[in-house]
């Protein structure tokens, strides 16, 4: 008899509605430029219609981040975000630092400070990011005391 394995299921993709004009030539052009220097992630050109639609892949044909045009737009009041875990504090300040030089050349990009909140079991190192985009980025990376994971509390 076997035994049915179960996984749990992954976020694959974060949809965004985001005006029509942001999604002209220039503007993909301006997105997929931050966003592929920052993250790495690329467009996927066979979805890419002119004012209407831009999918940037995160990685993988299965992660990505879709952006459709709409005539009534996602309008955030700053706090909303979506989440990037990087396996090492060394990534999460080469994102940083990337971010940080495209904000000396444009300043559209708001980037915060990176900070560490301590919850001794646990440091988390963390900053946020957005450009044109109507939601920010928020990008963490998990620092575990000797003995703890993210599987085991202790």
Not at 74 to 81: A, C, N, P, Q, V
Not at 82 to 100: H, I, K, Y
């Amino acid at each position: 008899m076997q035994t049915e394995t179960r996984s749990h299921p992954r976020f694959n993709h974060v949809a965004l509605s985001v005006p029509g004009d942001l999604l002209d030539a220039r503007g993909r052009d301006e997105i997929l430029r931050f966003h592929g220097e920052v993250f790495g992630w690329t467009e996927m050109p066979t979805l890419t219609r002119d004012r209407e639609l831009l999918v940037l892949r995160a990685w993988s044909h299965e992660q990505f981040v879709f952006l459709a045009a709409s005539d009534s737009p996602l309008r955030g009041d700053g706090s909303e975000h979506f989440g990037l875990s990087v396996a090492t504090r060394g990534e999460l300040d080469a994102m940083w630092e990337r971010a940080e030089k495209l904000r000396g050349a444009d300043p559209r990009v708001e980037l915060t400070e990176r900070k560490t909140d301590d919850f001794k079991v646990l440091q988390l190192h963390s900053f946020y990011v957005r450009f044109l985009l109507p939601i920010r980025i928020e990008v963490q990376c998990y620092e575990w005391a000797p003995g703890f994971d993210d599987q085991r509390m202790g």
